[in-house]
């Protein structure tokens, strides 16, 4: 394998990312950071692969849903249909129960980032205002999952059912506590309500804004919800989950 | 009667994937019969979506002849809950 200015070996790699060798190897090996091998066995990685890992993930995901224009984000990190984020859901679900330090979180922690997810192409179909799908990334090492959707986010969903609501905190707050739904008459409307009662019972935290209001539940006590106005706007939703 | 949930994935997240997990199973069952069981050993995941559209569906044939059996899975404990709740 030629080296190129784009490829860097196993030990380079280590050191941009400041972890060690053997680090980089079994995170080869369990699928975390997949590098190249040469045909004589030596490892290198894509400059870009090492950056993106490098990049803050929420950082990434806001500023995509923040954005009037949305930039680039790297294709792992985007499902553009609900089969798509199924399957890379379904990778991280069995990733997290092979991995003796994160087994015990699989469970909720998939499901609370199912529903998030999953929200967010049920009440966007067919209403997407530009770009569809969902940023999905998570770092198991740092024990973080973040989503984020330029939909049209909670307010205006619940709009359609209760044409009263004043303003973001008011349906982000209705959102996270009460049984509605925007797509009635269908019975739906308890994902949101899902993921408090989750949060406040395990010891998960939980940030999701919508439009200028943001729920958060910290992932140590106090185990309460908060719903407060955020620095700035964004489109869709944004959510970060710790564990 | 018992439904291994298993059968459709080990991953129970999305109202698309649970409605079409019941319209597959839908054929099979047998709406005279006394009890239906619901497994959900094997199981690693479940959240409400899913299984609002699968229950309901369960729910319109066979009404409070559906059986939970136990789980230990934190997931399944808390997806039943909420639908209880609701």
């Known amino acids: 394998m030629a080296k190129s200015n784009n490829l860097i070996p196993i030990s380079e790699a280590a050191k941009y990312l400041g972890v060690s060798v053997m680090t980089l190897r079994r995170w080869d090996t369990s699928g975390k950071l997949p590098g190249l091998k040469s045909p004589g066995g030596h490892r290198y990685y894509h400059r870009d692969t090492l950056e993106r890992y490098n990049a803050e993930l929420f950082r990434l995901a806001q500023t995509w849903a923040a954005s009037e224009i949305a930039p680039d984000i790297p294709v792992a990190d985007y499902s553009d249909t609900q089969d798509r984020f199924r399957a890379r859901l379904d990778t991280m679900a069995n990733l997290m129960d092979r991995n003796p330090e994160t087994t015990g979180s699989a469970p909720l922690v998939t499901a609370i980032a199912g529903e998030i997810g999953n929200n967010s192409f049920d009440h966007n179909l067919g209403n997407w205002p530009d770009i569809p799908g969902l940023f999905f990334g998570y770092d198991l090492n740092k024990r973080v999952i973040v989503l984020a959707d330029r939909g049209v986010g909670i307010r205006a969903t619940l709009l359609r059912v209760r044409p009263n609501l004043k303003n973001d ?25 899902f993921v408090r009662t989750v949060a406040i019972d395990n010891p998960i935290g939980i940030a999701l804004q919508s439009g200028v209001a943001i729920a958060t539940i910290d992932k140590e006590d106090p185990k309460t919800l908060k719903v407060s106005l955020a620095d700035r706007n964004i489109r869709g939703v944004l959510a970060r989950i710790e564990f | 009667m018992k439904i291994e949930l298993k059968k459709f994935g080990d991953v129970l997240t999305s109202r698309p994937a649970g409605r079409e997990a019941f319209a597959a199973i839908r054929p099979t069952l047998d709406p005279t019969v006394s009890e239906v069981q ?12 899913w299984a609002d559209e699968f229950f309901r569906g369960l729910d319109g044939l066979y009404g409070n002849r559906v059986v939970f059996l136990p789980s230990d899975n934190p997931s399944v404990k808390a997806t039943i809950a909420i639908l209880h709740a609701q």
């Open chain 1, 169 to 193: 905190t008011e349906a982000l707050t209705v959102a996270m506590t009460e049984f509605v739904s925007g797509r009635t008459p269908e019975q739906r409307g308890n994902g949101l309500k």
């Open chain 2, 38 to 49: 619901v497994d959900f050993s094997g199981v690693l995941s479940l959240s409400p979506s």
